[in-house]
């Protein structure tokens, strides 16, 4: 079975086309320049230019899939959340593209999406090339018995999302069975990583930006304190981080040295890094759940892979991470799922709409 998984909940306009777990193409047009200038993104602007790349993404998707739209039996489509203007451009396309074809439509959400992210075979391929990580940052994170193609993850797992709309845990029982178990109380974790770079001069896109500078800097130069939330809750809160490190700027009087930017940077990331794990391993013994499946642009952060990395060794745990092109927003992850939900013959009415807020809990 082929799906076409169609993204555009932000600022992505992604499609792939998936069989199972094989992604057979993943292609993503960033309109990170066209916000650049805003600092942020800007959700007119976002579905304007979903509308024009679409048909050009659809077709090099197509192609790098070497699959005609005739071969496509399942098409799926982010519904839920994310932007209003922009998921509507995506869903419509979708839906259009199912009635024309007379396959069915799937409607996903964009959370499920990434908790399953980590279910995709790795698309990395020595053929295919990608950007060289440093060594001891890991590609993706699998249990020994599972590694390669495919990996099983036994349920219930613990599933942590960690964008820029979301830090939220979740019990994962089964396929589609979600309970969440703790959530951030103000900003997400990647709003956070956007904000404080934005404050140091990087620009937009900011998580990304920072992580790069934060590999040149002093994790220890800035002192950042833990929000006091209780030791075994599972909430989380980035505001505290987010004050003291314009504190920090605030002193600087204007003049951010790249020695400071670097070391504020890293000590930002080595806190909010810790504070991550830290919830998850609360969670983890709370609920007596011992499969860690950590998701989403947030999971991307090479700080945060590496302490994983080194923390699963010890941990009683076992840790998987999807690759880090899955991490971010992507068509793979939404064709996976609308396909999941395709072998059970739960399809969508062409009539579903758009929904910017809504939680992943049944
Ligand atoms: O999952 P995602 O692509 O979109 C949402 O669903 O929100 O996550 C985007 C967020 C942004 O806030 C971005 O700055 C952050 O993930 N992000 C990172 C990194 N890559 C993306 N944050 C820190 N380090 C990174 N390497
Ligand atoms: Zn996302």
Redesign the pocket.
């Known amino acids: 079975m082929k799906i076409l998984g169609i993204e555009t909940?932000?600022d992505?306009t992604a499609v792939a086309v998936v069989e199972g777990r094989k992604i057979l193409s993943n292609i993503i047009a960033s309109q990170g320049a066209v916000h650049a200038p805003f600092g942020g993104v800007v959700p007119e602007i976002a579905s304007r230019h979903h509308i024009e790349n679409l048909p050009a993404v659809l077709e090099t998707a197509l192609s790098k899939a070497q699959t005609r739209l005739s071969e496509i039996d399942v098409v799926a489509a982010t519904y839920t959340p994310?932007l209003l203007p922009a998921l509507l451009i995506g869903l419509q396309f979708g839906k259009a593209l199912a009635f024309a074809l007379k396959k069915p439509f799937i409607g996903v959400n964009?959370l499920e999406g990434?908790l399953n992210s980590v279910f995709l075979d790795d698309p990395l391929t020595p053929t295919l090339g990608s950007a060289p990580l440093a060594p001891q940052v890991p590609r993706a994170l699998r249990l020994a018995s599972h590694k390669g193609r495919g990996s099983d993850i036994d349920y219930p797992f613990l599933g942590f999302i960690v964008?820029?709309?979301?830090t939220h845990l979740y019990k994962v029982e089964a396929f589609g069975k979600y309970k969440l178990l703790g959530a951030t109380r103000d900003d997400?974790?990647?709003?956070a990583?956007?904000k404080v770079?934005k404050l140091l001069g990087l620009g937009y896109?900011?998580?990304?930006r920072?992580?790069k500078i934060a590999q040149e800097g002093d994790p220890h130069a800035f002192r950042f304190t833990k929000p006091k939330l209780g030791d075994e809750s599972l909430e989380f809160s980035f505001s505290g981080y987010k004050t003291a490190a314009l504190l920090h700027v605030q002193k600087q009087n204007g003049n951010l040295s790249q020695n400071f930017v670097a070391d504020l940077a890293a000590s930002f990331q080595h806190a909010v890094t810790d504070f991550l794990i830290d919830r998850l391993s609360a969670a983890g013994r709370r609920h007596r759940l011992n499969n860690w499946v950590v998701t989403?642009?947030?999971a991307?952060?090479?700080g945060?892979r590496q302490k994983l990395a080194t923390f699963s060794k010890e941990a009683p745990c076992n840790l998987f991470l999807p690759p880090m092109e899955l991490?971010?927003?992507n068509g793979a992850m939404i064709a996976y799922v609308g396909g999941e939900y395709g072998k059970r013959k739960k399809h969508s009415p062409l009539s579903l709409n758009a929904v910017a807020y809504s939680a992943l809990a049944q």
């Open positions: 909940s932000c992505e994310g964009h990434h964008s820029g709309g979301h997400a974790a990647g709003e990583f956007d770079a896109p900011g998580g990304p920072l992580d989403g642009g947030v991307a952060n090479k945060l991490c971010t927003d």
